[in-house]
């Protein structure tokens, strides 16, 4: 009996597993960045000015960019942002990148985007993210069987400011439409040439609440600063999004400014307080942030604050993916990429009257997002003693002693029946 109110006390959890057949499904959000960040021809003259006026450099010459210069580019952006100015038009619009874009078939446009900026890669945007303040139909469903998304992209790689990307491309992700996504943690590149197509299924986790579970699906009020860092997207609660954010306001609280290499998160709430503001980047060789962050990170999770805990979702949507590829663009695609490049804003290359097949197939590549199956994988975190459960075993426990108990007093009664009808033939003979 003891054993059954301790186990009951300790609250064991197991999770259960189902696959549910779901028609129609939400389609998930479809994140993406150019890796090039900075846009040369927009970047390159206030960047010459910059290091003109700082004695780096006495160039004009906005054709090249040395390795030196190039060393320079973090301490312009981080001046530009602390004297808040936005840095949106040194990096890659869209529309100059989409070059195709249908959905189940229906044809889709830039306006049905949302961006957002990501320190690393500049402007990326989502398609299908949870919106707010719209009477659209979001998010859309996805139609097993359909064609999905379907997207054409083109990269400018020419446009590449030196020495800041190692790689031609595209950063992608597929997340949860009411999720921040968060691509460079997760993302998956995609190289030009290449027509991919990316095939996902649905998994949805769901844990107990508290005190069953430690996991919430509340936003904190410390975390409105942050999340209006996308402010079209109605996203709520992420353990990920809340650690950069406890992380940026500890490096505050400590050293009176954010970490210059997160400042697309320098919009922050301190606790006990409700107003947004944007804390001033530290400087790059300025060692507190690098102290507070490592601090943070290393802290015993039982040593932390409660205004400084971030527990896991309790709902959560996930989307495994499988990725195959073709080559890409064939020739009879060439002449109407061709004629959608000379129509961009973007400048050409000066070879591209002759190189132009080849500076195509550098920079194009096709996207395909689909709806594997209409089956889901569920699963359901549930308390494996519940109240029912706790006396039901304690009938049974008390059944069983109260049987055993009957049973010993039938055979002691027995018995004595017969020990004394044994005695009484015993008398009965001697006499």
Same mark, same amino acid.
């Given at each position: 009996?003891?054993?059954?109110?301790?186990?009951?006390?300790?609250?064991?959890?197991?999770?259960?597993?189902?696959?549910?057949?779901?028609?129609?499904?939400?389609?998930?959000?479809?994140?993406?960045?150019?890796?090039?960040?900075?846009?040369?021809?927009? &970047?390159?003259?206030?960047?010459?000015?910059?290091?003109?006026?700082?004695?780096?450099?006495?160039?004009?010459?906005?054709?090249?960019?040395?390795?030196?210069?190039?060393?320079?580019?973090?301490?312009?952006?981080?001046?530009?942002?602390? #004297?808040?100015?936005?840095?949106?038009?040194?990096?890659?619009?869209?529309?100059?990148?989409?070059?195709?874009?249908?959905?189940?078939?229906?044809?889709?446009?830039?306006?049905?985007?949302?961006?957002? =900026?990501?320190?690393?890669?500049?402007?990326?945007?989502? &398609?299908?993210?949870?919106?707010?303040?719209? =009477?659209?139909?979001?998010?859309?469903?996805?139609?097993?069987?359909?064609? %999905?998304?379907?997207?054409?992209?083109?990269?400018?790689?020419?446009?590449?400011?030196?020495?800041?990307?190692?790689?031609?491309?595209?950063?992608?992700?597929?997340?949860?439409?009411?999720?921040?996504? &968060? !691509?460079?943690?997760?993302?998956?590149?995609?190289?030009?040439?290449?027509?991919?197509?990316?095939?996902?299924?649905?998994?949805?986790?769901?844990? !107990?609440?508290?005190?069953?579970?430690?996991?919430?699906?509340?936003?904190?009020?410390?975390?409105?600063?942050?999340?209006?860092?996308?402010?079209?997207?109605?996203?709520?609660?992420?353990?990920?999004?809340?650690?950069?954010?406890?992380?940026?306001?500890?490096?505050?609280?400590?050293?009176?400014?954010?970490?210059?290499?997160?400042?697309?998160?320098?919009?922050?709430?301190?606790?006990?307080?409700?107003?947004?503001?944007?804390?001033?980047?530290?400087?790059?060789?300025?060692?507190?942030?690098?102290?507070?962050?490592?601090?943070?990170?290393?802290?015993?999770?039982?040593?932390?604050?409660?205004?400084?805990?971030?527990?896991?979702?309790?709902?959560?949507?996930?989307?495994?993916?499988?990725?195959?590829?073709?080559?890409?663009?064939?020739?009879?695609?060439?002449?109407?990429?061709?004629? &959608?490049?000379?129509?961009?804003?973007?400048?050409?290359?000066?070879?591209?009257?002759?190189?132009?097949?080849?500076?195509?197939?550098?920079?194009?590549?096709?996207?395909?997002?689909?709806?594997?199956?209409?089956?889901?994988?569920?699963?359901?975190?549930?308390?494996?003693?519940?109240?029912?459960?706790?006396?039901?075993?304690?009938?049974? #426990?008390? %059944?069983?002693?109260?049987?055993?108990?009957?049973?010993?007093?039938?055979?002691?009664?027995?018995?004595?029946?017969?020990?004394?009808?044994? =005695?009484?033939?015993?008398?009965?003979?001697?006499?």
């Amino acid at each position: 009996m003891v054993v059954i109110f301790q186990a009951y006390f300790e609250c064991p959890l197991s999770m259960n597993s189902d696959a549910i057949q779901q028609q129609p499904q939400y389609f998930p959000a479809f994140s993406f960045c150019n890796v090039g960040e900075l846009r040369y021809d927009q &970047f390159i003259d206030p960047f010459l000015n910059y290091t003109n006026a700082n004695n780096v450099t006495s160039s004009n010459d906005t054709t090249t960019i040395t390795r030196n210069q190039a060393s320079y580019i973090p301490n312009f952006l981080l001046e530009q942002l602390n #004297q808040n100015k936005s840095l949106e038009q040194y990096f890659f619009s869209l529309s100059p990148m989409l070059y195709q874009c249908s959905f189940d078939s229906k044809p889709c446009s830039a306006a049905d985007f949302i961006s957002f =900026t990501e320190a690393g890669f500049g402007s990326c945007y989502t &398609f299908n993210a949870q919106l707010k303040n719209t =009477t659209a139909q979001t998010p859309r469903y996805a139609i097993l069987g359909g064609t %999905g998304l379907q997207l054409g992209l083109y990269v400018y790689s020419q446009q590449y400011v030196p020495y800041v990307s190692d790689g031609i491309g595209m950063i992608s992700l597929l997340h949860n439409n009411t999720q921040p996504p &968060f !691509l460079d943690l997760t993302g998956m590149y995609l190289s030009p040439g290449r027509k991919y197509k990316i095939s996902y299924t649905t998994t949805i986790t769901n844990y !107990l609440a508290t005190p069953n579970s430690q996991c919430t699906d509340d936003v904190p009020q410390s975390m409105k600063g942050i999340l209006s860092n996308y402010p079209s997207a109605d996203y709520g609660y992420s353990q990920a999004l809340c650690i950069e954010n406890n992380v940026q306001i500890q490096t505050y609280q400590q050293c009176g400014c954010v970490s210059p290499y997160a400042w697309d998160k320098r919009a922050i709430t301190l606790p006990g307080t409700s107003n947004i503001f944007i804390a001033p980047l530290c400087n790059i060789t300025d060692t507190c942030y690098l102290q507070a962050v490592s601090a943070y990170l290393t802290a015993p999770i039982s040593s932390n604050s409660n205004n400084f805990t971030c527990p896991k979702r309790c709902s959560n949507v996930n989307f495994p993916v499988e990725k195959s590829e073709l080559s890409t663009p064939l020739e009879w695609q060439m002449s109407d990429i061709k004629s &959608f490049v000379e129509n961009s804003s973007v400048p050409l290359p000066a070879n591209w009257s002759v190189m132009w097949r080849d500076y195509i197939r550098m920079n194009y590549l096709s996207i395909n997002v689909v709806c594997e199956t209409n089956v889901i994988d569920a699963k359901q975190q549930t308390l494996v003693y519940t109240t029912n459960t706790l006396i039901s075993n304690i009938g049974a #426990q008390a %059944g069983l002693w109260l049987g055993l108990t009957v049973l010993v007093f039938a055979e002691l009664i027995e018995l004595l029946y017969h020990l004394l009808r044994f =005695t009484c033939q015993k008398i009965r003979s001697k006499m």
